[in-house]
């Protein structure tokens, strides 16, 4: 069971939009802890997708976009593609526990 | 640009330990913290701990507390993490991040290091 909660998979045809949830507690989001995204293709480490819930590093295209809500945070796809389809992940750091924790993950699927 | 490469895939038996090593270039270790997260087959991503070769302080998630211990080689720029006490659980990719803080994330990642644990 994951700190934050991510659905488990979701899918959309190519070109359209879709948006992963990553909901959280008063003791991680809700403490005002950032949220960062990360894509993981299969057997590749990790990849920083969004850090700061809506800030994009270097290279990653503006199709990828991160908003938030409360205790709650948001991944947004637009125009989707083939090379999307990957493992979605949201990070917060919580006060609780002490240390980063982890959503269990949203796999993509491009229909 | 931060690069950080990772020693290479090890077979454990149950009660063994292991020691994967980090080797991060293009910044020190001294200036940023570094993360340890692993992620058995098939499932999510879980974090181990923390550590800063700038003071030397780690920050271990209570799971692992008293089996893992990390470790940072300023002379080589390398950190190491070692966890004891193996058990088939134990099976996963290990992999170390660079550590930019709460607001920045884990933004350099190693290319992991898998770890089995079997009879």
């Known amino acids: 069971q994951s700190v934050l909660t991510q659905p488990p998979s979701l899918s959309g045809a190519p070109g359209q939009r879709v948006t992963i949830s990553c909901t959280g507690t008063?003791?991680?989001?809700?403490?005002?802890?950032?949220v960062h995204w990360y894509q993981q293709v299969p057997g590749v480490a990790p990849k920083l997708l969004i850090f700061?819930?809506?800030n994009r590093p270097s290279g990653v295209p503006d199709r990828f976009s991160g908003s938030n809500s409360g205790t709650s945070a948001s991944l947004g796809i637009s125009g989707l593609q083939a090379a999307d389809e990957a493992d979605y992940y949201c990070?917060?750091?919580?006060?609780?526990?002490?240390?980063?924790?982890f959503g269990g993950g949203t796999k993509l699927t491009v229909l | 640009q931060a690069q950080l490469v990772q020693s290479g895939a090890e077979v454990k038996k149950p009660g063994a330990s292991f020691k994967v090593s980090c080797k991060a270039s293009?910044?020190?270790?001294?200036?940023?913290?570094l993360t340890w997260v692993r992620q058995a087959p098939g499932q999510g991503l879980e974090w181990m701990g923390w550590?800063?070769?700038?003071?030397?302080?780690?920050n271990y998630a209570e799971k692992f507390q008293g089996r893992v211990t990390m470790t940072t080689d300023t002379s080589t720029n390398t950190a190491y993490m070692e966890l004891r006490s193996l058990r088939s659980d134990d099976t996963a990719v290990y992999y170390c991040a660079r550590d930019q803080g709460y607001r920045l994330g884990l933004d350099t990642w190693g290319q992991g290091t898998l770890v089995t644990v079997s009879s």
């Open positions: 550590t800063t070769a700038y003071s030397g302080k780690t």
């Open positions: 293009g910044y020190s270790l001294v200036t940023h913290g």
């Open positions: 990070q917060s750091y919580d006060i609780s526990l002490g240390g980063w924790v």
């Open positions: 008063g003791s991680n989001i809700g403490a005002h802890y950032d």
């Open positions: 700061g819930f809506t």
